[in-house]
């Protein structure tokens, strides 16, 4: 949960303006030029709706589909707003499901890993590893100055060892490109780690050995100087040598087990902290590996049972998850420090642990560990409740940590950041030691601090204002000493990338440096992209408003070298079908006296296809609302609001209220310790504005949610019990009681339930009388929900049931986790969710 949305319920708002644009790229870099790092391409969130295959249609299928819903004798046509497939007037298509699974609206993106070489800082050709698809896949080497260069790593995805067939899921090469790792096999196991047999591959002599005796292992990871590997098997950290022949292999622990994480995450560290698979990290030199170690055994287990695993079982399988609910015993978590060079005792490698002596947090979180230097890790902790950040610096030759500086606001709570960015030292830049680049909390603003040495304390502003800098550092030019980043300068909803001199900023303390913008702040955008390691060059994503785009940019020149993908087939359907027009706004709630302030939140609305203004509309809510995350943004999107839309002949609302981020911090913070109060609120008020516009029919307003949304839809509507301006609701897999939620996400807004019981009962979908006046509403759940647990529905089913409640429906889909995608499950829960609202919009219920 936190900030993060699943793909199949992103639906972001995106506003589908100056279409006219598509027929050529507007200009958007116009100065700077950017930094060094390796970064994999951006991927695009893409709606899981959009992954769905179904046979397409043609016009005269268009037509027989339209004659046989007329001829459907259980739906009724009485009602004004609803379409069935046509063809417009102006002779295009009708937006539907068909045409949003067959990809008509899915980017193409390409995805790099840039390589570093040893000349990159001087003399940047900008090479990198691209998987290519033609007649059969393989991965290459090429070079954006010279399209004739090309070094094949692996030609061919399949490969043949011990007479069996293996198929390449992913190619990790070694910093020096003579080997690679091949994955292989994969099981999914939580949303971010796998299983999966791992291959060692000589490139050079086409020599595939197996990583560790055809094992399935958790986690690779290459040393920066080629020559060993990490990876976890059953829950102990190994490093091997690169050797094929008789490899040497460390086994650095031996605990590992059921309760023992070592170098993994478990599985709420995974979800709320992390978000990836991996917490182990290796030093520059290559000579040291921290790694994190999770002891679960006072963590209580969540047992999920599964019915359609497998259908040779009579019985269903019950899986154990160590899942620390809201106020129970976290992981215990230490930070220990592998040096290769270390002499064994009693046979083994000891692995040296580390403690934070001057730390007054009891029960610590580590959310970072990041080297700062060759023998210097730094490592950020908070506390339960997320008000109190230490930052420590570990010199790693004695193991002795120090407390370098400490943040706390009992009002407020701090997002967990991972992202600091080494700065190497150069006397000839003006930086005579080593140093790094964090995010800082500023009055709740994300803004870069540079700090040097890294045990300085205070560090030099690089940013500062009104707008939040988005995931950090995204690269450093170290020849030119300038230093690329996102920020929402320009606007809460869009991303633009700027770039600040570090050179400026030490000659100048952090005082009025100038921010130069690197992509054209004059159009609307969102943008992300990754750099060449000599930063000379740029791989840009245009992620909207229009269509988007992958382009590769030389710095150096300031121009456009080609397009990578324009996406010509999404330009050719925005022409094909009839689409929602989108419109923004920001609005007023009103004055709240706990902030002292006018409410201002953005909105956004879709309205379909045909809108006439002198009609009536049903009006749906599209609801997340989760604290410091948002809906509403400049992307391009064509989604599940926008077949609402176009389907239900219906307006889509969407609302970032009080407690999303990115704007106003005073109204993200007001949600501490009390969520759910005001986030109802800022829905039912807008809903009420939007009632009285005369194209709305006041008495079919709608809202629907998927996770957090879930939970906002059911308190919504246990919250509008005085005025009833929602008539109907749908829940997918919603929190009805956050004490059922995990610890590091709940508490981080809510602090304990033992510390804070009143509002954790405010919080809770309590009152189940409040449902009596909602003409229906529906909630869906996967039982195999690993997230949020079918425990929170089943047991609002039980409240529902103890009060006589029964104006609902319910869908159950088996075995699926909280993305519903199990079985054909995501196909069926938005065929559901719109054949549901297109009952409640004609009246059925």
């Known amino acids: 949960m936190g900030t993060k949305e699943y793909v199949e319920i992103n639906d972001d708002g995106d506003k589908l303006r100056d279409m006219k644009s598509r027929q050529g790229l507007r200009k958007i870099l116009y100065g700077g030029s950017l930094l060094a790092v390796i970064v994999w391409g951006s991927a695009f969130l893409i709606l899981a709706i959009a992954h769905l295959k179904e046979t397409a249609f043609s016009r005269s299928q268009l037509n027989e589909a339209l004659i046989a819903d007329k001829q459907d004798a259980t739906f009724s046509h009485s009602s004004p707003y609803l379409r069935t497939f046509e063809v417009h007037d102006d002779n295009k298509l009708h937006l539907n499901f068909t045409g949003l699974r067959e990809g008509d609206f899915r980017p193409n993106v390409k995805q790099v890993q840039w390589i570093k070489q040893a000349s990159s800082e001087e003399d940047d050709v900008g090479t990198y590893v691209l998987r290519e698809s033609d007649e059969y896949e393989r991965y290459v080497i090429k070079s954006i100055i010279d399209d004739s260069f090309e070094k094949i790593l692996l030609n061919d995805t399949l490969f043949i060892y011990g007479g069996n067939e293996y198929r390449v899921e992913q190619l990790i090469a070694s910093p020096n490109l003579k080997k690679a790792l091949l994955k292989t096999e994969s099981t999914k196991n939580w949303r971010h780690s796998s299983f999966a047999v791992y291959w060692l591959f000589d490139i050079e002599n086409h020599k595939f050995t197996p990583l560790y005796n055809s094992s399935k292992v958790s986690i690779v990871s290459w040393s920066p100087n080629s020559e060993h590997i990490i ?48 917490v182990s990290w290796w030093s520059p030199d290559s000579k040291k590996v921290a790694f994190l170690r999770m002891n679960d055994t006072l963590v209580p287990s969540m047992s999920i049972p599964y019915y359609s695993q497998n259908d040779s079982n009579e019985y269903p399988e019950y899986r154990e998850i160590k899942y620390p609910k809201a106020g129970f015993s976290n992981p215990t978590i230490d930070l220990f420090i592998y040096d290769m060079t270390s002499h064994c005792s009693q046979g083994k490698k000891i692995p040296v642990l580390v ?18 230097s060759e023998t210097h890790l730094l490592v950020k902790i908070t506390n339960r409740s997320g008000d109190r950040v230490e930052v420590f610096l570990i010199d790693s030759a004695n ?11 009992k009002n407020a709570w701090f997002e967990i950041t991972k992202n600091a960015f080494y700065i190497p030292k150069s006397k000839s830049a003006g930086r005579p030691e080593d140093g790094y680049v964090d995010t800082v909390d500023v009055q709740g603003y994300a803004h870069l601090f540079y700090f040097s040495p890294p ?10 204002g009104e707008f939040d800098v988005v995931n950090g550092v995204m690269s450093f030019d170290e020849k030119n000493s300038l230093i690329y980043f996102i920020s929402t300068q320009k606007s809460s909803i869009e991303r633009h990338i700027y770039s600040v001199s570090l050179s ?44 988007p785009h992958q382009t590769l940019w030389d710095l150096k020149e300031m121009k456009k070298i080609k397009t990578v993908e324009a996406n010509d087939h999404i330009a050719q359907n925005v022409d094909k079908y009839a689409l929602p027009d989108i419109e923004y706004s920001t609005v007023s709630l009103g004055y709240d006296p706990t902030l002292d302030q006018e409410v201002k939140v953005n909105v956004v609305e879709r309205k379909p296809p045909g809108f006439d203004p002198s009609k009536k509309y049903p009006v749906l809510f599209y609801v997340y609302g989760g604290p410091g995350s948002q809906l509403i943004t400049k992307r ?55 009632s009285k516009k005369q194209y709305v029919d006041e008495n079919n307003i709608a809202i629907w949610g998927w996770s957090y949304g879930g939970f906002l839809t059911l308190k919504t509507l246990e919250t509008d019990i005085h005025s009833r301006v929602f008539s109907y609701g749908a829940a997918v897999a919603p929190v009805t009681k956050w004490k059922y939620y995990d610890s590091i996400y709940t508490e981080r807004y809510m602090n304990t339930p033992q ?31 690993d997230n949020v647990h079918f425990q929170n529905s089943l047991k609002l089913l039980d409240d529902f049931n103890m009060h006589g409640i029964e104006n609902f429906d319910f869908m159950v889909f088996p075995d699926s986790d909280h993305s519903i995608s199990f079985h054909n499950a995501n196909n069926i829960v938005y065929d559901r969710l719109l054949d549901w609202f297109k009952k409640a919009f004609s009246g059925r219920f």
């Open 636 to 690: 391009f999107d064509v989604s599940f609001s926008a077949i609402v839309a176009s389907e239900l002949n219906a307006i889509v609302v969407t609302v970032d209220g009080r407690g999303t981020g990115f704007k106003d911090p005073k109204q993200k913070f007001t949600v501490k310790n009390k969520l759910g109060y005001y986030e109802p609120l800022d829905q039912i008020t807008t809903a009420k504005l939007w």
């Open 399 to 409: 193991n002795k940590s120090s407390l370098v500086r400490a943040y706390e606001d």
């Open 355 to 372: 403690d934070f002596e001057e730390s007054v947090i009891s029960e610590k979180i580590i959310s970072m560990v990041f080297w700062v």
């Open 504 to 547: 400026d900023a030490l000659a100048s303390n952090g005082y009025s440096i100038p921010l130069k913008n690197i992509t054209d702040t004059s159009e609307e955008g969102w943008y992300s992209g990754s750099f060449s390691y000599g930063s000379r060059y740029l791989l840009l994503n245009y992620d909207g408003p229009s269509v």
């Open 755 to 785: 510390q804070n019981p009143e509002g954790y009962e405010v919080a809770s979908i309590h009152n189940a009388s409040c449902f009596e006046s909602v003409k229906r509403f529906i909630i869906m759940h996967g039982s195999g929900d």
């Open 455 to 464: 045990n300085n304390s205070k560090g030099i502003p690089l940013t500062h």
């Open 231 to 278: 990876f976890v098997k059953d829950h102990d950290l190994f490093i091997r040598d690169s050797n094929h022949e008789n490899p040497n292999i460390i086994q650095v622990t031996h605990d590992g087990d059921e309760n023992i994480f070592n170098g993994i995450p478990d599985w709420v560290y995974e979800e709320e902290v992390f978000e990836t698979d991996s």
